[in-house]
């Protein structure tokens, strides 16, 4: 059971970690198109 909850936990983090991960890649685009509208 505890096998179990420790899996259940581990995929939740790597949920989370994934949605983190493309917010940090959209910011990073978004900062980047910025950049190009200056030039």
Do not use: F, G, P, W
Request: aromatic share 2%; charged share 25%.
């Amino acid at each position: 059971v505890k096998v179990v909850e420790e899996m259940v936990n581990m995929i939740v983090a790597q949920r989370a970690y994934e949605v983190n991960s493309k917010a940090i890649q959209a910011a990073d685009e978004m900062l980047q198109t910025a950049n190009n509208l200056r030039r």
